[in-house]
């Protein structure tokens, strides 16, 4: 079994599969070629990747973080530029429980089971000096049941330091 490329424009993937074929007594007596134009299931693939590597430079170099928990608040995603401002790395978190850390806030501390059970939540949560928009959203199993919760977090320090500024004027 072999994938080969055939130079045309645009290119041609073939699988190709070559078996040997035997008489009754076990004497080779040829071979079974089959090819098959997997172009399309290539050029998918291919468009996969760029599509995860944009992804990973929109999360890498945004000041976001993307973050799930299971239904128990463990952290199973941690990623994202803004985890910096928070002195965290990338996946540093994942395994700890979500209400140990310290990084999530009240609000979705009181809101969890309802967001377990199909609810929604947005909310801005201050830390130390910096300001959060989470946007939070439950995540389904194939058979529709909540596994967990998916949720972004925004950096909007700046945001709400300016309109702090402009109420107080």
Request: glycine fraction near 8%.
């Amino acid at each position: 079994e072999e994938e080969i490329c055939v130079d045309t424009d645009p290119p041609t993937y073939i699988d190709l599969r070559i078996t040997p074929l035997s008489d009754r007594k076990g004497k080779f007596s040829g071979r079974l070629i089959v090819a098959r134009d997997v172009t399309d299931r290539k050029e998918a693939e291919e468009k996969a990747r760029r599509s995860g590597e944009f992804i990973n430079l929109v999360i890498d170099n945004l000041p976001v973080i993307l973050h799930a928990l299971d239904k128990n608040g463990e952290i199973i995603l941690s990623e994202g530029k803004a985890l910096q401002l928070l002195g965290v790395q990338p996946g540093q978190l994942v395994g700890q429980s979500a209400f140990e850390t310290g990084l999530v806030g009240h609000k979705l501390s009181t809101d969890l089971p309802a967001i377990l059970d199909g609810a929604s939540l947005h909310t801005i949560n201050k830390h130390d000096n910096l300001y959060f928009a989470h946007y939070y959203q439950p995540f389904r199993n194939a058979g529709g049941e909540v596994e967990g919760v998916i949720g972004v977090a925004v950096d909007v320090t700046e945001q709400v330091l300016i309109s702090e500024t402009v109420r107080n004027e």
